[in-house]
């Protein structure tokens, strides 16, 4: 189940110290000086709510098949930042943006962009799981049928492998026409994983996935996130420190709307770059 910090292979064999805050490069150095292309970079990207100014100028590159972790204390611009990456932000009153995101080199603010294909790329999974009041089936069958699945056997094999996908088939495959909302707080939060396995996204983006859920819970989404990551991009906002040293590839450290240090999870947690993340890391602060 959980692992001790760091044993993830990439962490263990992480190269010293690349400049990873800065956009423009588009690889990350990977284990053994291999170079991982960009799926996502942002370039001085800011956004006020209104007159309030929440991300300030924040460039950093998001490698393919890997998991970042953002990390920071409460208000500091962790979930604002991640719902700049499939325009969620948009459905807010009153919020102006600026800078670039990239996804796979274009942007997405671009006016030809149609934002619910955008969204099918880049699915998210929420704080508090939120399963549609319908059966297990319908919940992981209604992005589908939005994008034109109709036929019930296509239907069948999209269900029964994002569900094998989030690990949770074993668990309800004789239970697919019940109601989704009598499925435990863990099973609902991995039926919200298999709904967004669904619609094939290249980016899985989760919101404290974890914090509602007991240690035998929050284990087993760990566990998938590690098997997803040889298929999917992952960007995880976390509270918690050693989720973010046990499941992460890269870490993101943001404080008052600022990208303080984006290194690799094993550098930022034992070399901090910065005193204020080291302050943070190590609870004088946040």
């Not at 671009?110 to 955008?118: K, R, S, T």
């Not at 993101?252 to 943070?280: K, Q």
Request: charge should be negative; include cysteine.
């Amino acid at each position: 189940m959980q692992q001790a910090p760091f044993e993830e292979p990439l962490a263990a064999r992480l190269p010293g110290s690349p400049a990873l805050a800065k956009g423009g490069g588009g690889k990350l150095p990977d284990s053994g000086g291999e170079e991982v292309p960009d799926k996502v970079e942002l370039r001085g990207l800011s956004l006020w709510y209104g007159t309030k100014r929440a991300l300030h100028d924040i460039s950093m590159r998001i490698p393919r098949n890997r998991i970042t972790a953002l990390i920071g204390p409460s208000g500091c611009g962790k979930s604002t930042l991640l719902r700049c990456i499939n325009r969620m932000n948009d459905l807010v009153e009153d919020v102006r943006i600026e800078g670039e995101v990239l996804l796979e080199g274009e942007d997405i603010h671009d006016p030809d962009l149609d934002v619910n294909a955008l969204r099918a790329r880049v699915g998210m999974v929420f704080q508090k799981s939120n399963p549609f009041p319908k059966s297990v089936y319908e919940n992981v069958a209604y992005g589908p049928r939005i994008h034109g699945a109709r036929k019930r056997a296509v239907l069948d094999e999209i269900v029964e492998r994002s569900l094998k996908g989030a690990a949770l088939w074993e668990e309800v495959k004789d239970r697919l026409h019940e109601s989704a909302l009598r499925l435990s707080g863990g099973q609902q939060q991995r039926l919200c994983i298999a709904r967004a396995l669904a619609v094939e996204p290249e980016v899985i983006l989760f919101d404290e996935p974890c914090s509602a859920l007991d240690p035998v819970a929050t284990g087993k989404i760990e566990d998938l996130m590690r098997e997803l990551r040889s298929e999917y991009t992952m960007v995880i906002v976390t509270h918690n420190m050693q989720q973010a040293s046990r499941v992460s590839d890269f870490t993101a450290f943001l404080y008052m709307g600022t990208l303080v240090e984006h290194s690799p999870t094993r550098e930022l947690f034992t070399r901090p770059r910065e005193a204020r993340t080291e302050d943070y890391i190590s609870g004088r602060f946040g």
